[in-house]
């Protein structure tokens, strides 16, 4: 129920005004980090739609890619590469989001280099991001 409620106010503010897709809070972060961040799948999805900045960076240098692939959200990873998320981009630390998640040692560098070249190659598209011919 939250996440719908939340959903419904997205829709209201992105509706009176197309700047709160991209506008930071004081730690740059954009909503589409934030609803990445709290794994609001359906958010990010709908921010997508309307247009938010894919690669904008927070104050760390990180995109919504490099938070997504660090706490495992695997269904908005999976949004954010198919909608066109720069793989390449490096954080701060000069890390791109493969590099920050085998620093971590988590298991979904395979999926994100998986998706990516399934991008590459025209089998994800936003019409079909099953991944499935």
Known sequence: MIAICTLLYWKLLT???????????????TPLH??????HTSIVEYLLSCGALINSRDREGD???????????????????????????????GLTAV????????DIVETLQRLEKLRKVGVLSPSNNSGEE
Request: net charge positive; with cysteine; glycine share 4%.
């Open 63 to 93: 995109t919504a890619l490099h938070d997504a692939v660090c706490l495992n959200r695997y269904k908005i990873v999976k949004l954010l590469i198919v909608a066109g998320a720069d793989t390449k981009i490096k954080n701060h630390e």
């Open 99 to 106: 590099q920050q998640v085998k620093q971590w040692q988590f």
């Open 34 to 39: 934030v609803a990445t961040r709290t794994g």
């Open 15 to 29: 509706a009176m005004s197309v700047k709160v897709l991209s506008h930071p809070d004081k730690l740059h972060s």
